[in-house]
């Protein structure tokens, strides 16, 4: 079992900035697997927005591409998101999500790929609001 913890979750203006960290006991997030963020908003459903994929690369749900970025430090073994121009439509409970033996999963589609999470954390809140 991996447990995930996300924290920087804030109320912000929009156009505002936010940065999200995910952090795990031991090297989990340094491990190679595919990592990711998913969001979920109030009446709304899941919404897979970012991933890292082992090799590195990244891939970005449309409507946050050029605003938002995944990264992770292998040497904290912390994963982040990096939220710029923050809009309205972004306040949502933000997830920082990963591949593994379990038996839970999420699935998104993010660039026409399919992804599978099998852990993820409790959840930051993100409000955007003027």
């Known amino acids: 079992q991996v447990h995930l913890e996300e924290s920087g979750g804030a109320s912000v203006h929009p156009g505002g900035s936010l940065t999200l960290s995910c952090v795990s006991p031991g090297t989990y997030i340094s491990s190679g697997y595919t990592l990711g963020w998913f969001r979920q908003a109030p009446g709304k459903e899941r919404e897979g927005i970012a991933v890292?994929?082992?090799?590195?690369?990244?891939h970005y749900l449309d409507s946050v591409k050029g605003r938002f970025t995944i990264s992770k430090d292998n040497v904290k073994n912390i994963l982040y998101l990096q939220m710029n121009n923050l809009k309205v439509d972004d306040s949502a409970v933000y997830y920082c999500a990963g591949e593994g033996p379990s038996r839970s999963r999420v699935e998104f589609v993010i660039d026409l790929k399919v992804y599978e999470f099998n852990f993820w954390g409790q959840g930051t809140q993100v409000i955007v609001s003027s």
């Open positions: 890292i994929e082992r090799d590195g690369s990244t």
